[in-house]
């Protein structure tokens, strides 16, 4: 079992950057790959990056690519995404998510690959 906590989200203007810190519990951190995604009202969850367990493999989608950067830190048990050129869009709540991996470097994209989610933490953007 995984407990995933986000922190890092708030209130920034149009071109700015924020970054997200998700806080897994459990000693088996480094055996799982692990995902953001974010959901706005009336909208699908939506991934945004994903990495896999050994911080080898990276992947995010077009709309975010160039943008966003995913990176985890296994010591402490934490996976970021640091977020530039923010826009109006991006705005909704953000959630991490992990997978246990078999392999070292798998990554996951849809919400269906992940077992584990935390909580959300809000993020907006004024235009």
């Known amino acids: 079992q995984v407990q995933l906590v986000e922190s890092g989200g708030g209130l920034v203007q149009a071109g700015g950057s924020l970054r997200l810190s998700c806080e897994a519990s459990?000693?088996?951190?480094?055996?799982?790959?692990m995902g953001w995604f974010r959901q706005s009202p009336g909208k699908d969850r939506e991934f945004v990056a994903g990495i896999s367990r050994n911080g080898g493999n990276t992947y995010y989608p077009d709309i975010v690519k160039g943008r966003f950067t995913i990176s985890r830190d296994n010591a402490k048990n934490t996976v970021f995404l640091q977020m530039n050129s923010l826009k109006p869009e991006d705005t909704a709540l953000y959630y991490c998510?992990?997978?246990?991996?078999?392999?070292?470097?798998?990554?996951?994209?849809?919400?269906?690959?992940?077992?584990?989610w935390g909580q959300g933490t809000q993020v907006t953007v004024s235009s």
């Open positions: 459990g000693r088996t951190f480094s055996s799982y790959a």
């Open positions: 998510a992990g997978e246990y991996a078999g392999a070292a470097n798998s990554y996951y994209v849809y919400t269906r690959n992940y077992d584990f």
